[in-house]
T-cell receptor, first 117, second 119 residues
Framework: DTEVTQTPKHLVMGMTNKKSLKCEQH?????MYWYKQKAKKPPELMFV???????INESVPSRFSPECPNSSLLNLHLHALQPEDSALYLC????????????????FGDGTRLSIL | AQTVTQSQPEMSVQEAETVTLSCTYD???????LFWYKQPPSRQMILVIR??????QNATENRFSVNFQKAAKSFSLKISDSQLGDTAMYFC????????????????FGQGTTLQVKP
């Protein structure tokens, strides 16, 4: 069982729809990530939240809008998406250890398979 | 900029045999972290093994071990006694240390190797 929960598992939407992807973790991690993954390709980083603040935006189009309402939740709001946005969207989380120069591994959810009609 | 290269797009191995997946990377950093992630058809990315560059000893996790050659910038994954459940896409990933990367580490992935374990 994954410790990072993503809903929904599958989503089909039209280009004019508005929908949201949700991600939840209860491991006390203070960094959360959104990735986009095309078939047979590595994940591409979209956004990083650190202590509920957006710390990295990898030049993602504004039709993708992230939100981190609290330390356990991460949302990705979708609006006016294009067919090329069809992909697997992965959420991940990791600990942040400020007192040591160590990087904790990222834990991934099962992803949301998004199809744009 | 850091890059990660996996030169084997696809590999296959017979059940119970040993297979090695290759990974090379390019960086000017002296301290960093390397990971192998596994993504089975069920699609969840699962951490297989982790190596810290300042540690000379190669990491091992049960049937999984790495051959870390820092000077050669090579980080291969050896899977012993391959099992059908090892069938998956394997990604090698690089991460800079926390203090250099800011509050969080950005993972840089290779293109992946699809491994098929045959019965």
């Amino acid at each position: 069982d994954t410790e990072v929960t993503q809903t929904p598992k599958h989503l089909v939407m039209g280009m004019t729809n508005k929908k949201s992807l949700k991600c939840e973790q209860h491991m006390g991690h203070r960094a959360m990530y959104w990735y986009k993954q095309k078939a047979k390709k590595p994940p591409e980083l979209m956004f990083v939240y650190s202590y509920e603040k957006l710390s990295i935006n990898e030049s993602v189009p504004s039709r993708f809008s992230p939100e981190c309402p609290n330390s356990s939740l991460l949302n990705l709001h979708l609006h006016a998406l294009q067919p090329e946005d069809s992909a697997l969207y992965l959420c991940a989380s990791s600990q942040i250890l400020r007192d040591r120069d160590t990087n904790q591994p990222q834990h991934f959810g099962d992803g949301t398979r998004l199809s744009i009609l | 900029a850091q890059t990660v290269t996996q030169s084997q797009p696809e590999m296959s191995v017979q059940e119970a045999e040993t297979v090695t997946l290759s990974c090379t990377y390019d960086t000017s950093e002296n301290n960093y972290y390397l990971f192998w992630y596994k993504q089975p058809p069920s699609r969840q990315m699962i951490l297989v093994i982790r190596q810290e560059a300042y540690k000379q000893q190669n990491a091992t996790e049960n049937r999984f071990s790495v051959n870390f050659q820092k000077a050669a910038k090579s980080f291969s994954l050896k899977i012993s006694d391959s099992q059908l459940g090892d069938t998956a896409m394997y990604f090698c990933a690089f991460m800079k240390p926390l203090l250099l990367s800011g509050n969080t580490g950005k993972l840089i992935f290779g293109q992946g190797t699809t491994l098929q374990v045959k019965p």
